[in-house]
């Protein structure tokens, strides 16, 4: 019920609701939002972070009604407020040099679930799909795959990529598909480490892996909010042929392009996520306790 009503009555609810209860309630994460900005800002002085503390509790409890909005939000209404930049001239980019795949590399930036709309936008010829990490609540993970999934694409486990995207490959079905790569990998998935909001960060390097295996075509996703309620996504490309791409390459262009959108407006990217919780020097130590 809460859904079917206009999104002013949701950021209504988000000023006067969730950002007093979550901001100065309940105090959601604050200490842990509060160190990653002092670490990641060190040139800003404390009200300058504080405002931006500020500004990305506000965006985040908008994130939250927008996305329970998004569930009964027509498509329509979807293409109004979400406008992606670069689609169709992608598209005729792929059919030029015969590629069948191409790979976006996303952030948690901006509200993700929103740019899960990306199929809407696709020709037929294309089938949009997205790469997800199950969640251990199957009731909280089953509504989040029907929300993304509501717009044609695919969610595909995480553990699954490389197995879906060879199948479609030899089934010869052309796929668009979108991969979140800012998460904090676990210890045995770490391979890879660079420069990344005045911290030593480790990525997930599975993206430019398969990118490269399959010679994917690889695009930035570049996610702005002009205004309240509306976004707008621009693709930038990476490289045409992954396969051409150094070791590392594209994982690092990805990250300086996220970071350079950060610091242009930090209070969109998800800093409630602890991204360093695994340390540089903890990484290291494991390898050489682990050496014979």
Partial sequence: MLSHMPLCVHYFLSD????????HIVRYRRPLVARQLAESFPEKN???RKCIEKRFYHFF???????LKLVTMPHK???????????????ETLRKEGKPFGFFYLGHYGNWEWMASFPLWLDD???GAQIYHPLYNKEVDRFFIELRQQFGGLCIPMKLTLRQI????????KEIIGFIADQSPKWEA?????DFLNHKTSFFIGTEKIARQVNAALYYVRVTRPKRGYYRAELQKISINADELGEFEA?????????AQIRECPELWLWTHNRWKRTYEEWVQKKQATKP
Wanted: glycine share 4%.
């Fill in 61 to 67: 409890c908008d994130y939250i009604v927008e996305t």
């Fill in 46 to 48: 404390r009200n300058e």
């Fill in 190 to 194: 770490m391979h890879h480490w660079t």
């Fill in 16 to 23: 006067w609701l969730l950002f007093p209860l979550v901001f």
């Fill in 77 to 91: 209404e979807v293409k109004r407020r979400v406008e992606f930049v670069g689609i169709p001239e992608m598209e």
């Fill in 125 to 127: 010829e294309w089938q």
């Fill in 166 to 173: 060879l199948t479609a490959r030899k089934e010869g079905q």
């Fill in 251 to 259: 994982t690092n262009y990805y990250a300086a392009l996220l970071e």
